[in-house]
């Protein structure tokens, strides 16, 4: 029974380190760019998405925004600066 219970607990630590997404998001309009791990889209006629912008912390909602996905180290590099 403990060993059952630590390897579940293992598991669920190596799932959730790992899987994370980094996104770079673009305003193409004031080629503005913002760093998160999530966003939403907040309906599929509008284009209106909203994030938490991770280098200043502000929620974001921005219209016709270019989401790409980066790599983790990129992803640090930019929110640290």
């Known amino acids: 029974m403990k060993h059952t219970l ?4 293992l598991s669920a630590a190596v799932l959730l380190g790992t899987g994370c997404t ?3 998001i673009t305003d193409p309009t004031t080629d503005k ?3 998160t791990t999530n966003w939403d889209r907040k ?3 509008s284009g209106v998405i909203q994030f938490k912008d991770m280098k200043s912390g502000k929620q974001v909602t921005l219209t016709n925004a270019e989401v ?3 790599k983790e180290k990129q992803y ?3 929110i640290k600066d």
């Open 22 to 24: 980094y996104y770079e």
């Open 76 to 78: 640090k590099a930019a």
């Open 43 to 45: 309906d599929n006629k």
């Open 68 to 70: 790409g996905e980066i």
């Open 33 to 35: 760019t913002y760093y």
């Open 6 to 9: 630590y390897g579940v607990l």
